[in-house]
């Protein structure tokens, strides 16, 4: 008998090791998002604060000549803010500290043209102050809008104003936020605005971005960064509520800024395919016709915020819904209970995923039968964090859920498990139907944190998702089927 020989034994010993060790999770890929963008991306829906001198001037953009005293709220009850953000399940409120009148809803010892120089509560009202409270005592987060376009900041226009700013952002970032017991105000988002209507004649500020950024860095640093080109989160290129049905995360910044020297809109809406840089985008839009209060205005219809939640929130970016406090302060009671029949459609037509009502199977499945932490079942389960993903050579496996009794349904849910990258550049999902006829229904091309595709309603027994194309073994958490009776589309 042939002793084995050493250097064959290793060998053996490997294969038998490879054999029963358990295969590792794929590496990340590309840029990815950091624990505050991930938390950030779960609130999936936030509360915009527009108020200001406009809320009681009517205008959109006050020019900074706008007397202190017009500021003037008659019953301001930030509580009423966060209960109804709260109600509406959203997870923080971004409030406009200073639009581009200039006017700040603080005391900011930068400027006089505040609520300290107003005879509002005799110059001593803070509405950053309260908003803070309301929010810490409605577990909620706090951000904050501040305009770097100032038409009221005599020094703007000279190098000058980016020290004001400064001191501006400081003022602000050391004395406000939400505090979760901790005893730290924190600040969850940091709101810079590219807008400028200055006009060719108007006063020309270059803005010292790297010291505008580092001040937010040091004095918040969980809080992310939003503008055209983050670096925390970015605009999503429009204000009507639609992100690209192609949204990536990533985006190519370098050598853009904020404002004039942003990428394209449409850039902005789509993101870049493996782009260098992390930066979801924010999709802001208004329940009302302005971003301020007015009287006379209807707040938008429950089936345009359904569709805006859809082209949002289904498009793998974050719902950032403006809802503006009146003259008294308080949310106006039609755009409150807008908000609750929102929440109660989206509740209703979440309640219930049809998928989990079937089995999932994979063509492939990472380290195949020993993949058993990769399975596609892990796609139906509550758990953020298991996942099915494949082989890294496998870019294009097929996922089949099958039905007993078949399910009838319109809207199908993807998520993609981003802490991994976001990878998934193209799929399509076909059905077999109760007579057992096969039917196209649904193609795409990005998935990321949230995708929700609308369908015609159908009634299948089997659903086959099929990925055409990712940048890297496909990593998808969860798939679901729901049934929406509701949206009128
Ligand atoms: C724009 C501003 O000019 C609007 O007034 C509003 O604040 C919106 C959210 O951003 O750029």
Known sequence: MKIIQSKDLILILLLVFAACSKPVPPKPFGACPT???????????????????????????????????????????????????RRAGMGGIIVTAKHHDGFCLWPNPQSTHTVAQSSWRDGKGDVLRELSEACSEARLAMGVYVSPWDRN??????????????????????????DDGSGKRRIFEQWF??????????????????????????????????????????????????AGATCYSTLDADGFTPGAGAPPTEVLNCGNAGGKYWIPAETDVSIRPGWFWHEDEEPKSLDELLHIYYTSVGRNSLLLLNVPPDRRGRIDATDSLRLMELRAALDSIFATDLARQGNVEASHTRGGKRGKAFVASNLLDD???????????????????????PVTFNRILLQEY????????????????????????????????KRILLTPTVTARQVMISIDKSMACPVLNRIGLFMDNITNR
Not at 57 to 71: I, K, Q, R, Y
Not at 392 to 401: E, F, G, K, N, Q
Not at 425 to 436: H, K, L, N, Q, S
């Open 193 to 242: 605005d590219g807008a400028n209507g200055e006009g060719p004649n108007g006063k020309r500020q270059t803005y010292d971005w790297p010291l505008f950024n580092a001040t937010v860095a040091r004095l918040q640093p969980e809080a992310l960064i939003f503008s055209d080109v983050g670096p925390g989160c970015r605009w999503v290129g429009n204000e009507s509520g639609e």
């Open 35 to 85: 624990p505050q963008q991930m938390a950030w991306q779960r609130m999936e829906m936030n509360m915009f604060c527009h108020f200001g001198p406009n809320t009681f001037s009517g205008a959109e953009w006050g020019d900074g000549s706008e007397t202190e005293d017009l500021f003037n709220p008659s019953a301001l009850d930030c509580r009423q803010w966060a209960a109804t953000a």
């Open 418 to 449: 981003i802490p991994l990258g976001q990878r998934i550049a193209g799929f399509c999902i076909a059905y077999v139907d109760a007579d057992g006829k096969r039917h196209r229904l649904a193609d795409g091309t990005t998935v990321g944190y």
């Open 383 to 405: 758990d953020y964090d298991t996942y099915w993903t494949t082989d890294d050579s496998i870019l294009t496996p097929v996922l089949t859920l099958t039905f007993e009794q």
């Open 153 to 178: 900041a005599p020094t703007y226009g000279s190098d000058a104003y980016n020290e004001t700013f400064r001191l501006t952002l400081e003022s602000v970032l050391s004395q406000y936020g939400s």
